[in-house]
Nanobody, 125 residues
Framework: QVQLVESGGGLVQAGGSLRLSCTASGRTFSSHPMGWFRQAPGKEREFVAA????????TYADSLKDRFTISRDNSQNMVWLQMNRLRPEDTALYYC??????????????????WGQGTQVTVSS
C-alpha cells in the first residue's frame, strides 16, 4: 500500500502563488508516475499535471501549462505543484495521485491507483 499526503494549500489572493507538496510513504519504490488533479464543488475532477517516474517528462492541462509546474525528487519521495498567477477559477480541492507503475505519464483518473486526501486551494479576488 502507498499512502499520499498533500500539503501547502490555503487562501491566496488572485495573482499570487502557492506550492503544493505530495509526500509518498508505505511501499513506495520511487518509480511511480505521478499526477495532480483538482475538483471544485459541483464539477468533475479534472486533470492538472503529470510527470513520468524519472521526472524527465511532464504534461499539463492546456489551460494551465503556462502557469503551473510539476516536479519531483525521488530521493525524498516527493512531488510538487508550483502554481503561479492564480485565478479565482483555480479554487478547488487538489489531489495527488500515483500509478503503480509505468514508463510514461498519464492524464486520466482511471490510470491512477493511489490518491491523497486532497488539499484545499482557495483564490480570492
Amino acid at each position: 500500500q502507498v499512502q499520499l499526503v498533500e500539503s501547502g494549500g490555503g487562501l491566496v489572493q488572485a495573482g499570487g502563488s502557492l506550492r503544493l507538496s505530495c509526500t509518498a510513504s508505505g511501499r513506495t519504490f520511487s518509480s511511480h508516475p505521478m499526477g495532480w488533479f483538482r475538483q471544485a464543488p459541483g464539477k468533475e475532477r479534472e486533470f492538472v499535471a503529470a510527470i513520468d517516474w524519472r521526472g524527465t517528462y511532464t504534461t499539463y492541462a492546456d489551460s494551465l501549462k503556462d502557469r503551473f509546474t510539476i516536479s519531483r525528487d525521488n530521493s525524498q519521495n516527493m512531488v510538487w505543484l508550483q502554481m503561479n498567477r492564480l485565478r479565482p477559477e483555480d479554487t478547488a480541492l487538489y489531489y495527488c495521485a500515483a500509478r503503480q507503475s509505468g514508463g510514461g505519464y498519464y492524464t486520466t483518473e482511471s490510470n491512477y491507483d493511489y490518491w491523497g486526501q486532497g488539499t484545499q486551494v482557495t483564490v480570492s479576488s
